[in-house]
Antibody
Framework: QVQLVESGGGVVQSGRSLRLSCAAS????????MHWVRQAPGKGLEWVAAVSYDGSNKYYGDSVKGRFTISRDNSKNTVYLHMNRLRAEDTAVYYC???????????????????WGPGTTVTVSS | SSELTQGPAVSVGLGQTVRITCQGDSLRNSYASWYQQKPGQAPLLVIY???NRPSGIPDRFSGSSSGNTASLTITGAQAEDEADYYCNSRDRRANQVVFGGGTKLTVL
């Protein structure tokens, strides 16, 4: 079945780095844009980043631009989120999510996400 | 970047109809998508595009849009519909995705 599973979360000190991974299965991973979305404790959803189906186009939310990098390896069916200079306000559950449609024209991603992983928790301690 | 505004909470009687709204400038040129989230679970896409339901989503869920406002309507709300609902869309100018703050639906 179609599935996404995140990993790599944990407790990290402020200012340090962390890399999240999201393993995909059950669909043609290389055809779909992918997203990272986070949710701070007791708060709403916040879009973090998106990457196009082939990895050549990347987009970021204002709060993470310049600190986080999204990437993907289509040979491994995996999308990554490299998080640098972590802050206390980055503490959240991080979800990866799949575009509902394959988009091969600019901007190369959709914004409706039909498959979500269970999430991985990142806690940034000061 | 653009913002989407949702009311914090709404309630509906069992079997009644409820509308949840989402407002923002990005909705003038981008349809809203809607997500249902229950405690401790990942979000679930219920509506996207003009009014598309993913496989498995009951037809009591529908979407509509007018100007800068998008709406999610649940016709004949069930107890299992009690959840937080989020809208999102694309901010074409900033090339970013934006989420609304969420609406907590209580089914009485």
């Amino acid at each position: 079945q179609v599935q996404l599973v995140e990993s790599g979360g944990g407790v990290v000190q402020s200012g340090r780095s962390l890399r999240l991974s999201c393993a995909a299965s059950g669909f043609t991973f290389s055809s779909y844009g992918m997203h990272w979305v986070r949710q701070a404790p007791g708060k709403g959803l916040e879009w973090v980043a998106a990457v196009s189906y082939d990895g050549s186009n990347k987009y970021y939310g204002d709060s993470v631009k310049g600190r986080f990098t999204i990437s993907r390896d289509n040979s491994k069916n995996t999308v990554y989120l490299h998080m640098n200079r972590l802050r206390a306000e980055d503490t959240a559950v991080y979800y990866c999510a799949k575009d509902v449609e394959a988009v091969t024209i600019p901007p190369y991603y959709y914004y409706a996400m039909d498959v979500w992983g269970p999430g991985t928790t990142v806690t940034v301690s000061s | 970047s653009s913002e989407l505004t949702q009311g914090p909470a709404v309630s509906v009687g069992l079997g009644q109809t409820v509308r949840i709204t989402c407002q923002g400038d990005s909705l003038r040129n981008s349809y809203a998508s809607w997500y249902q989230q229950k405690p401790g679970q990942a979000p679930l896409l219920v509506i996207y595009g003009k009014n598309n339901r993913p496989s498995g989503i009951p037809d009591r869920f529908s979407g509509s849009s007018s100007g800068n406002t998008a709406s999610l309507t649940i016709t004949g709300a069930q107890a299992e519909d009690e959840a937080d609902y989020y809208c999102n869309s694309r901010d074409r100018r900033a090339n970013q995705v934006v989420f609304g703050g969420g609406t907590k639906l209580t089914v009485l």
